[in-house]
């Protein structure tokens, strides 16, 4: 808004022409985001103790140190990161931009399922919500509209078009299977996010540093010398999504200000399933689907391994794992709760490195 509001006077005051570099305005936008966070988390928090008593309900069959150590913590601290994200974002980017507005979509969609079912948690006092087939159909809609709209503000030839890192002129034209392939890249990244999300701090810090990565991503794709430079394929008007991203690192930050150990809130599936909707959207339209798979490499493990254990014990009666997502493995094995969470915040940095490498190594 700031952008379109202010850049057009630029011409009367110099000063104005600040507006017009992405990366005045991604600065702004990670120091709103992480003052709205400031400024309303305690409020918010506050609010949302008041509401929910007892807390978020705790899985009775996992850990058993959560019934003593997560009770009485509320959830739904995801409505901070959404407030913050979308306000900044509002702010600072180019809202002419239709691929903004398509993230924003899946952002605010995907959050408006995960406060579903984090209220439906709440009220029935149990740790299962809206019913998993409804939550996927539901994500699956959202995904295959935001899929449909990528694919139109997209110019040739990259509109349906699958890329792949190390290879600097591999397409391959996915036709309209590109409508599922981007549904599921949203949704298996939204999901991913939500399983990892079981441990103080654990999984935004991997989301900011997954979203700092796309910061920079979307600015060399959006930018014809750099994309050329970096033999990247160049995709039109993708730069604006530096200032979201910028905003996505900023609300990370900020929440993780009430979500460090002992956290005073849990994101809930309001925010893990908005975050993770929206790297996937992001990644779709710079065409990084596989380079995301990597960065957020540590979303894939704990979705793995949740799919290993699920599938051992359909097929042989037996676990992998002690317990499923990885975290808990851990955890059932004696790691004390900060020691997994900080060496998981190490194994998202390395591959959030070998991720971005991939941009030169062509």
Same mark, same amino acid.
């Given at each position: ?6 850049? $057009?006077? @630029? ?47 705790? &899985?009775?069959?996992? +850990? ?11 959830? /739904? ?21 239709? !691929? ?23 009220? &029935? ?7 998993? &087939? ?6 699956? #809609? ?8 990528? @694919? /139109?503000?997209?110019?040739? +030839?990259l509109t349906t078009?699958?890329?792949?890192? !190390? ?12 409508? +599922?392939?981007? #549904? !599921?890249?949203?949704?298996? @990244? ?17 989301? /900011? ?17 750099? #994309? ?17 991203? #910028? ?10 200000? !009430?979500?460090?150990? +002992? ?17 996937? @959207? ?42 499923? $997502? ?32 991939t941009l030169k190594? &062509?």
């Open positions: 808004m700031l952008f379109n509001l202010l850049y $057009p006077l @630029a011409d009367e005051f110099n000063v104005l022409n600040l507006f017009r570099y992405l990366s005045f305005r991604s600065g702004g936008a990670v120091m709103t985001a992480l003052l709205v966070s400031f400024l309303l988390g305690p409020a918010i928090i506050q609010n949302l103790k008041r509401r929910q008593r007892e807390g978020q309900p705790i &899985r009775t069959d996992g +850990p058993e140190s959560h019934l003593l150590t997560k009770k009485g913590t509320p959830t /739904m601290g995801g409505v901070l990161i959404l407030l913050a994200v979308t306000i900044s974002t509002l702010l600072w980017a180019d809202l002419t931009n239709g !691929f903004v507005w398509v993230v924003l979509l899946v952002t605010v969609g995907f959050g408006a399922i995960g406060f579903a079912d984090d209220y439906v948690k709440l009220t &029935r006092r149990s740790s299962h919500g809206v019913s998993g &087939r409804v939550k996927l159909l539901v994500q699956a #809609a959202i995904s295959a509209i935001a899929a449909f709209a990528i @694919a /139109m503000l997209t110019r040739e +030839p078009a699958l890329a792949f890192p !190390f290879f600097k002129s591999l397409l391959i034209d996915l036709g309209w299977f590109f409508i +599922p392939w981007a #549904a !599921f890249v949203m949704v298996g @990244a939204s999901n991913s996010v939500n399983l990892t999300d079981g441990l103080d701090g654990l999984a935004i810090v991997p989301v /900011m540093i997954t979203a700092g990565c796309f910061a920079a991503i979307t600015y060399f794709v959006g930018n014809r010398v750099f #994309a050329d430079y970096l033999l990247l394929h160049y995709v039109v008007g993708s730069g604006e999504l530096a200032v979201f991203c #910028a905003a996505l690192v900023g609300a990370s930050l900020g929440f993780l200000w !009430f979500n460090a150990p +002992p956290a005073m809130v849990f994101m809930g599936d309001t925010g893990s399933l908005s975050v993770g909707g929206a790297l996937g @959207a992001i990644s779709v339209i710079v065409k990084h689907e596989i380079v995301l798979a990597i960065i957020g490499g540590l979303f894939v493990l704990e979705t793995v391994s949740v799919i290993v254990q699920v599938v051992s014990f359909k097929l042989t009666g037996r676990r992998v794992f002690r317990m499923a $997502p990885l975290h808990h493995h851990f955890e059932k094995k004696g790691w004390a709760e900060p020691t997994i969470v900080i060496r998981f915040w190490i194994v998202a940095t390395i591959l959030a490195l070998v991720g971005l490498s190594l &062509r």
